[in-house]
């Protein structure tokens, strides 16, 4: 495979980029309409995903790229893709722009911190900048020379972070996964992430600046008026004049049309009172405890009109690592030190796993994390299919965890099937279930009933719509019938990606003026970036009428 040449990069931790620098690189991205929307609206959920997920981390460079991309994407394309006003198109895309307020509010929130890193990394000396680099074992020039191109290691001056090889703790990884699950798990059931978001908006005055586009719209004008509203503040936040304020009533409209969040009034925010919640223990004394949060009903939980105590978060402490519960636990109550401090306060750690590959091109391939069984779960859900000689396919869906991604959820869509091809429809049944879930699409399964083990073109035109946006993405193919069985595979870039978005064929097979052999390659580690996990859990959702 083709590597950049090794350079006298700044190593492990690579020199920070700054915010204009950022955007520049989020813009830089294919966009081609012929793709259809359903891709394009799954691309722009998982970078919004991608970037909340980093955000949340403390890994801000990398946030910042994606939830600028997200904007970009929204903004500049997707809005004025042939096929956004019809019923269908607007359905997939109203999450989209109900989600551009709040990511341009984060973005403006991240840029000062993000500019700031960069300049102190400037003020540094050689040997302050070598002392950082040494934090990480990670040494070799190729990497070093990588590393300057990827946002998700660079250096922060708020959280250091310690750079693994994934391949070298692959346990240690699900490990690190498996309780970051658990916490977000109870954080969705508390609607901890949503306070937060909301809080930290409300600090920014972002509601204030952004009330117009809390707007409904009614009709394409005031679409078109706030979209390009949203550009000018994307572009040149210091330049946009304020906006004038909306009537209470459109604000609970646009609250109303909201996924099953909680809703949390912005009249009265929720603050943390340590005093309240010594007062409610001091209430409840001798009554016995009430029943784990894992006994709730998830449609109970998620369903509540009601603000969790803050407090509750503080259940699932005992499962995180002292690095993830000092970056995402709220801040404490303020209690007066039995001894007074003068230290600095100490920078907070992360682990980010680095690539696992790399494209032709250069660009990262973030590691996978495989679940084993899943893919032969999924060969005995199809078998009946299988037998009719008609294929089915499924959605590898998963998040994110310190740089690496993991597969937890196998999504049967709805589908119709004939022998050679697979279609998926009624796209926003699923775009709807990720959203609850938090999940994001990291690639697809399907079965070849009647071929042997191969991307077909019309596979190639599929999978180039999941790579477009996250290059990690996999194809799986199950070949129940031939050996080999089942391979995962990945485009190349170049020449693969690139010239299956240029091709305008749309016969099942057609020929393409480029061997099938370089437009495709195994992505199984060694030497991909796919790694198969005994230990990672995974579930089955079906979301077909007759399941």
Not at 57 to 78: I, T, V
Not at 198 to 211: I, L, S, Y
Not at 312 to 318: F, I
Not at 457 to 476: C, F, N, V
Request: proline share 10%; net charge negative.
């Amino acid at each position: 495979m083709p590597r950049p040449p090794p350079s006298n990069g700044l190593g492990p931790a690579s020199r920070p980029s700054s915010a204009s620098e950022l955007a520049e690189e989020a813009g830089n991205y294919v966009y081609n309409p012929t793709v259809p929307l359903r891709h394009w609206v799954g691309a722009a959920e998982t970078l919004y995903r991608e970037g909340s997920i980093y955000r949340r981390e403390g890994n801000l460079a990398k946030a910042y790229m994606l939830l600028h991309r997200f904007s970009s994407l929204y903004l500049n394309n997707l809005a004025k893709h042939p096929l956004a006003k019809t019923p269908e198109g607007k359905k997939m895309l109203k999450t989209l722009q109900r989600r551009l307020p709040s990511v341009i509010g984060q973005l403006e929130e991240m840029k000062p911190q993000i500019d700031e890193a960069h300049h102190e990394w400037q003020r540094m000396s050689e040997a302050e900048r070598k002392e950082v680099q040494d934090f990480s074992s990670e040494k070799s020039p190729e990497y070093a020379a990588h590393a300057s191109r990827d946002p998700a290691l660079a250096w922060s001056n708020r959280a250091r972070a310690k750079v693994l090889d994934a391949g070298e703790n692959q346990e240690l990884a699900v490990d690190l996964a498996t309780k970051e699950f658990r916490r977000r798990k109870a954080e969705r059931y508390t609607g901890a992430w949503e306070q937060e978001d909301e809080e930290r908006n409300g600090r920014h005055q972002v509601d204030r600046d952004w009330t117009y586009t809390r707007e409904v719209p009614t009709g394409d004008d005031d679409l078109q008026r706030q979209m390009e509203l949203a550009r000018r503040r994307l572009d040149h936040p210091d330049e946009v004049e304020q906006y004038t304020p909306i009537r209470p009533t459109q604000q609970l409209t646009l609250r109303s049309s909201s996924y099953n969040y909680p809703t949390i009034s912005k009249s009265s925010p929720l603050h943390y009172d340590p005093s309240q919640s010594e007062r409610l223990r001091d209430e409840v004394g001798p009554q016995p405890p009430r029943p784990p949060k894992e006994f709730v009903s998830r449609n109970e939980s998620l369903n509540r009109s009601y603000a969790p105590l803050v407090p509750r978060k503080e259940l699932d402490q005992s499962t995180m690592p002292p690095s993830d519960q000092e970056m995402f636990s709220p801040p404490p109550p303020a209690v007066p030190d039995k001894t007074p401090n003068t230290d600095q306060p100490k920078k907070k750690e992360r682990y980010t796993f680095k690539p696992a590959d790399y494209l032709e091109n250069g660009d990262p391939l973030r590691p996978v994390f495989l679940p084993e069984g899943l893919r032969r779960e999924f060969v005995q859900l199809a078998a009946d299919k299988t037998r009719q000689g008609i294929e089915m396919c499924g959605l590898l869906c998963g998040t994110i965890v310190n740089n690496a991604l993991f597969v937890t959820c196998l999504l049967i869509p709805e589908q119709k099937g004939t022998p050679d091809t697979c279609e998926t429809i009624n796209e926003s049944s699923y775009f709807d279930f990720m959203d609850k879930e938090d999940l994001v699409q990291l690639g697809w399964i399907h079965t070849h009933p009647t071929q042997t083990c191969f991307m077909s073109s019309r596979d190639l035109h599929t999978h180039a719509g999941y790579q477009i946006m996250t290059p990690e993405s996999i194809a799986i193919v199950c070949a129940p019938r031939y050996e080999p069985s089942w391979g995962v595979f990945r485009l190349t870039n170049p020449p693969g990606l690139n010239h299956l978005l240029q091709c305008s064929k749309t016969d099942t097979f057609h020929q393409h003026d480029i061997d099938s052999n370089l437009l495709y390659k195994d992505a199984s580690h060694p030497p991909g970036h796919v790694y198969i996990s005994k230990r990672l859990d995974y579930y089955v959702h079906d979301l077909r009428p007759e399941a």
